[in-house]
């Protein structure tokens, strides 16, 4: 099956420093990937949508300047959680969509705690 | 808007019990609906799905879900869990055309030994 990587699986950072964590497909191409955010002991929250060589589409409440979204190629999207701060520490999870199987293919997710 | 009702957050069964999850959604248009798992350490996999066609939906590991419609619900069953199936189960919809999916709170399910 279709495999998505994500780097790195976790990262302690100091409050005020910015994350970049990756999410690839490994062995397909996906124009579309989604960033999801999970906190403990609850469900996987919709951040935003990656979409290869265009913008991000922010779902209501998420701020686009703190959580930057880059989908340069048909293969990778990073998330930049800018000037992280302790309510940033969470779980986040990428998915990488194969549209003609209306099918998200999930990455193993990047623990971020900011100290 | 979309949102996904999942009964019970945590379930404990003893091996061979027979499993129901409840999973409920609010959309009024047609839904495509999708089971999740999560094992312990694993990132989500795909436990099955459905689109159209027969309400009934057979995935991998025994597991099967029912869509009906009229009570807008996409219940999870498997007839007798195993220890392996200690997990975490989402139950998502999306709409067709769309592929914003909705999560549900998730399910953690214990299968005593």
């Known amino acids: 099956g279709a495999v998505v990587s994500q780097h790195p699986s976790w990262v302690i950072c100091k409050s005020g420093t910015s994350v970049k964590i990756e999410c690839r497909s490994l062995d397909f191409q996906a124009t579309t990937m989604f960033w999801y955010r999970q906190f403990p002991k609850q469900s996987l929250m919709l951040m935003a949508t990656s979409n290869e060589g265009s913008k991000a589409t922010y779902e209501q409440g998420v701020e686009k300047d703190k959580f930057l979204i880059n989908h340069a190629s048909l293969t990778l999207s990073t998330l930049t959680v800018t000037s992280a701060h302790p309510e940033d520490s969470s779980f986040y999870i990428c998915?990488?969509?194969?549209?003609?199987?209306?099918?998200?293919?999930f990455g193993p997710g990047t623990r971020l705690t900011v100290l | 808007a979309q949102s996904v009702s999942q009964h019970n957050h945590h379930v404990i069964l003893s091996e061979a019990a027979s499993l129901e999850l409840g999973c409920n959604y609010s959309?009024?248009?047609?839904?495509?609906l999708f089971w999740y798992v999560q094992y312990p350490g694993q990132h989500l996999q795909l436990l099955l799905k459905y689109f159209s066609g027969d309400p009934l939906v057979k995935g991998i590991k025994g597991f099967e879900a029912e869509f009906i419609k009229s009570k807008f619900s996409f219940n999870l069953r498997k007839p007798s869990v195993q220890w392996s199936d200690t997990a975490e189960y989402f139950c998502?919809?999306?709409?067709?055309?769309?592929?914003?999916?909705?999560f549900g709170a998730g399910t953690r399910l214990f299968v005593k030994a």
């Open positions: 959309y009024g248009g047609t839904v495509n």
């Open positions: 998502a919809v999306n709409d067709p055309g769309g592929f914003k999916t909705i």
């Open positions: 998915s990488a969509l194969v549209a003609s199987y209306n099918e998200q293919f």
